[in-house]
């Protein structure tokens, strides 16, 4: 052990911890899971957004809660699983309930171009940057009035980039289920697109 | 570090927020693996029970009677079987999918995979020699058993307890000097057989306590009407000449002469054949011998 540490690189001790070790050590002391946090804060709050097509307090209510929740059930923490579909499986699920609780409608999410030309493939960049606010507005409703079963997997796959496998263990489903909805979310979006 | 990520370090130190202690997730991960697997085993011997059964029962009374698969799924599959049958399973794979892997794998997978270690279970016992034993201990060690299983499981004793099919059996309480008998069958409900046109297993030994199935149909509430009894082990036809119900009623009338020349042994059901064929070549010679010697008178 000794030996392989000397034989380490020197610049690896100055290499970002790993999700491991860092979980090992929030175990012991919350301020190591600031840092796992901190990791998982931008990219989580990115897809709070695209799920639940809200912005402002509310997602960053939800991250908080799920945050909270993940550090509680740190011990529960599988290492054959990916700590970051273990975090968005967490996060899911807050985001979920929080769906089903809201009645107010608060802040809406602003979808982006890119999002939605990754959703909507059969429009050409070009053709995109020529929607006016409208046409954009319209893609945000249809997406928006998605069933939950195929929002969610659309957003996890063609925005989120997860792999099939990671999406099995986020959302919980056998690996057919989800390329079911996936195929049939997208179809239904684009007919609802060009109805 | 972030507002959001100092935030929630706060509320987490305010609220004395600590990672669940390692041996509850274990205990409550267990909890959840002991009552999937549980309730998987419950509905692997249901399925057990039912493949069992389908090596045990009398099919070729029910092809005899001239049933339909669809009649002999009905008789073998009575309502509150199939239904806790179905919740046991269901219950199985819900469980399955509340442990932490389970999510992976689907529901039909998972209803396939109770289901055929039920059939192996079946299979395995079926040919397991102690299985006749633990079926006779639970038949006659646990009181109400049986009646149990002609009620509610997928049985042998369910097959025999089916009088409006004209399928009856039980054990023999009383026998009347003559041509009929009384038993209890496994529901306990009495029973008067008339036996005057049976087909009557020379196995059969007509005395009290004696357990029977019975082949004929209702008369009344209390009567039956026998055209065959059998021992219960028998799982054999009394002969070959065992006719469909349908068959029976138009023949009715004509059989009352013969009934007891037909008192054929089951096992014995070719041989007696063979018998009445010697017979009936005896008789033959005997009619050859009288024919040659009125010749001969009549030359004298």
């Not at chain 1, 925005?159 to 792999?163: A, D, G, P, T, W």
């Not at chain 2, 297993?201 to 306590?209: D, F, G, P, R, Y």
């Not at chain 2, 008369?219 to 009567?223: A, I, K, P």
């Not at chain 2, 082990?233 to 469909?244: D, G, L, M, N």
């Given at each position: 052990m000794i030996a392989e540490e000397q034989k380490m690189p020197i610049d690896e001790a100055d290499r970002p911890r790993e999700d491991e070790d860092l979980i090992a050590a929030a175990r012991e002391n919350p301020e190591a899971f600031g840092q796992l946090m901190e990791r998982y804060e931008a990219p989580l709050l990115r897809y709070l957004m695209r799920l639940t097509g809200w912005a402002g307090e509310e997602v960053e209510d939800i991250l908080q809660e799920a945050f909270i929740k993940a550090y509680r059930h740190l011990n529960d923490y599988?290492?054959?699983?990916k700590f970051s579909a273990w975090l968005y499986r967490i996060t899911h699920n807050q985001a979920i309930d929080a769906l089903r609780r809201h009645t107010a409608s608060p802040v809406r999410f602003e979808w982006s171009l890119e999002d939605v030309a990754r959703l909507v493939p059969a429009k050409s960049d070009t053709e995109a940057s020529l929607w006016n606010k409208e046409e954009l507005e319209s893609v945000r409703r249809t997406i928006d009035s998605l069933p939950e079963r195929y929002r969610e997997v659309l957003v996890l796959r063609f925005?989120?980039?997860?792999?099939y496998e990671e999406i099995v263990d986020i959302l919980k489903m056998p690996k057919g289920s989800v390329a079911t909805a996936v195929k049939r979310g997208k179809e239904l979006l684009l007919k609802q697109l060009d109805a | 570090m972030s507002a959001l990520s100092t935030k929630t370090l706060e509320r987490i130190a305010e609220g004395r927020v600590a990672p669940i202690a390692r041996w509850k997730l274990l205990l409550l991960g267990g909890a959840k693996w002991a009552a999937a697997g549980f309730v998987s085993v419950l509905a692997a011997f249901g399925i057990m029970l039912t493949v069992h059964v389908l090596f045990e029962i009398d099919w070729h009374v029910y092809q005899e009677l001239g049933f339909t698969p669809i009649e002999v799924l009905q008789s073998l599959s009575p309502l509150l079987w199939t239904v806790l049958l179905a919740l046991i399973l269901i219950a199985g794979v819900a469980l399955l999918r509340q442990?932490?892997?389970?999510?992976?794998?689907?529901l039909v997978s998972m209803f396939g995979l109770l289901f055929l270690s039920g059939v192996a279970m079946g299979a395995t016992f079926e040919r397991w020699p102690g299985e006749e034993r633990i079926e006779s201990a639970l038949m006659y060690k646990i009181p109400g058993y049986r009646s149990f299983e002609a009620r509610v499981l997928p049985s042998v004793e369910k097959q025999w307890s089916q009088p409006e099919d004209g399928l009856l059996g039980g054990t023999i309480t009383s026998i009347d000097e003559g041509k009929s008998f009384e038993i209890r069958d496994f529901e306990d409900k009495a029973w008067k057989i008339d036996t005057e046109d049976a087909l009557m297993?020379?196995?059969?030994?007509?005395?009290?306590?004696q357990e029977i199935k019975i082949i004929g149909e209702t008369?009344?509430?209390?009567?039956f009407r026998a055209t065959e009894v059998r021992s219960w082990?028998?799982?054999?036809?009394?002969?070959?000449?065992?006719?469909?119900k349908a068959e029976e009623h138009e023949e009715e009338s004509d059989d009352e002469e013969g009934s007891e020349e037909r008192d054929i042994d089951e096992e014995d059901g070719e041989e007696s054949e063979e018998e009445e064929s010697e017979d009936h070549d005896e008789d033959q010679e005997e009619s050859e011998e009288n024919q040659e010697d009125s010749e001969r008178e009549a030359e004298d």
């Open positions: 599988d290492s054959s699983l925005l989120e980039e997860k792999s | 442990t932490k892997y389970g999510y992976r794998y689907s297993s020379e196995s059969v030994e007509l005395k009290e306590n008369e009344d509430n209390e009567t082990e028998s799982k054999k036809p009394t002969s070959a000449s065992v006719r469909p």
